[in-house]
């Protein structure tokens, strides 16, 4: 076939650009990196234009850009293809835990190592470099095909909502693929059916107007740093249920089916402890692991701040506490409502003598449910069959792609992940990589789908 053999002749070439991708910092967290995510931009622009793809064209919001493109030449008769992904990385912090430099991107061992490489941009190369080798030997596509990137994802794309309602000419589309995504291992092909949603919060409590000293205040005003303690501590019991009023409402129940499916894939508890380095699995009662991780909703710590940080003693009474908290929702909780019970709780539960709020952060995400019988979804499942030689497992993951949640409320599209990353690519830690051998199989795997939608 002359779109596998251009792939083959090409390889080197798109090896090498996807390491002059990486090399740019395009780091969505960081004020200072804001224009390397712009630069990021205009090089997946230009990239576009380089592969036959019209209309290419860096556009704002207003916070980090996006980048559309598009090619429609297959005829009304033809559905439209919305491809996603995103151009933003995680910061790469702490340096020095890396083998070889994040934004200095290496091949080894057949991968290629930096920050990046895996998420997203490696995945968001694979089906712009499918759409080339079909234009260059076909001279045509068999569907219609968009493209839409955005350089915010790793921040929860919080300026994405009000972006594509006012482009819904622009991203309308019959099906979407995100290049975003994961394979359950280098010889096992996934569908993932569901997301969790996110939400961001930091609760912040206050004492005395700065810090007293511990030995003269210590028994007359309260500590925030205690109260901040006790505050937490209602928020879940011992074994691991959230005791906010409110927050299971709205829960979609697992039926029998459910986690029937669920329990059919392989898992190995061991296998799990030795990857976290936990001495032991903890969650809500009642459910398996996996449960827990693929379909139950969550509440997490993920960071404290009070008081003396540094080194050896300072015999404070802290003024203030802090901790920021997030929330991983599954169907069919809306984050607002969440965000309310919180709120609520933290009001409801401030101890004495201390004051307590609830601010919500920037960015988040409602979860993300495929229907059962999704048509996309299926004609997905038999190209992976098809390129891998197995049926993909039907699975769920505990992450969150915002905007997936955004196309479906405002373009009424359920979106299919047909990513080929994997969860052990140090995705956001020191050494992130992706592996060459799926960089490629990706490229046939969108060059397929592409083929089965347009027959």
């Not at 979609?252 to 894939?265: C, F, G, Q």
């Given at each position: ?90 910061p ?20 290629v ?22 234009l ?113 409402d ?10 029937a ?23 809500e ?37 802090r ?51 999704h ?39 359920h ?7 994997h ?33």
């Amino acid at each position: 076939m002359a779109w596998q053999q251009y792939l083959d002749a090409e390889q080197a070439r798109f090896v090498q650009e996807l390491l002059t991708f990486v090399r740019i910092p395009s780091v969505s967290a960081k004020p200072e990196n804001i224009p390397d995510v712009v630069r990021a931009a205009e090089w997946v622009a230009a990239r576009l234009t380089a592969a036959g793809v019209e209309g290419a064209e860096v556009l704002p919001t207003d916070g980090h850009p996006v980048v559309c493109g598009h090619w429609l030449h297959a005829g009304a008769e033809k559905p439209t293809i919305l491809i996603y992904g995103h151009f933003d990385v995680q910061p790469a912090e702490p340096f020095d835990l890396w083998d070889s430099p994040p934004f200095e991107p290496e091949v080894r061992d057949g991968r290629v190592w930096g920050r990046g490489a895996s998420d997203d941009k490696g995945g968001m190369l694979v089906p712009i470099l499918a759409v080339e080798s079909l234009l260059k030997t076909a001279g045509r596509l068999p569907v219609n095909v968009k493209f839409f990137f955005e350089g915010q994802e790793e921040i929860g794309s919080p300026d994405l909502p009000p972006f594509v309602a006012a482009n819904v000419d622009l991203l309308t589309a019959d099906m979407i693929f995100s290049a975003d995504g994961l394979q359950y291992a280098p010889d096992q092909p996934q569908i993932v059916e569901a997301l969790k949603g996110l939400v961001k919060a930091e609760i912040v409590v206050r004492g005395p107007r700065s810090d007293q000293h511990s030995g003269l205040h210590g028994g007359g005003i309260a500590n925030p740093a205690m109260a901040l303690a006790h505050l937490l501590a209602s928020m879940k019991s011992a074994d691991g249920l959230v005791t906010i009023d409110g927050f299971y409402d709205d829960v979609v129940p697992l039926t029998e089916a459910d986690r029937a499916a669920i329990a059919r894939i392989p898992y190995n508890e061991a296998s799990y402890l030795a990857e976290t380095g936990a001495p032991a699995v903890f969650g809500e009662p009642g459910y398996s692991t996996r449960e827990r991780l693929w379909a139950r909703p969550t509440l997490d710590v993920n960071g404290l701040t009070s008081g003396w940080q540094g080194i050896g003693s300072k015999t404070v009474h802290p003024a203030e506490a802090r901790a920021k908290i997030t929330c991983r929702l599954v169907a069919a909780q809306y984050p607002a409502k969440i965000l309310a019970a919180l709120a609520a709780h933290v009001q409801a539960h401030c101890p004495a003598g201390v004051t307590a709020e609830l601010e919500p952060g920037h960015g988040g995400a409602g979860p993300f449910l495929v229907p059962s019988g999704h048509n996309a979804t299926g004609i997905a499942a038999q190209v992976l069959e098809e390129v891998y030689g197995k049926a993909p497992y039907r699975t769920r993951l505990g992450g969150s792609i915002p905007v997936m949640t955004t196309l479906l409320e405002v373009l009424g599209v359920h979106a299919v992940m047909f990513g080929f990353s994997h969860d052990d690519e140090n995705l956001h830690a020191p050494n992130e990589f992706f592996r060459l051998d799926a960089f490629r199989l990706g490229q046939a795997a969108y060059v397929r789908l592409l083929q089965r939608l347009g027959a």
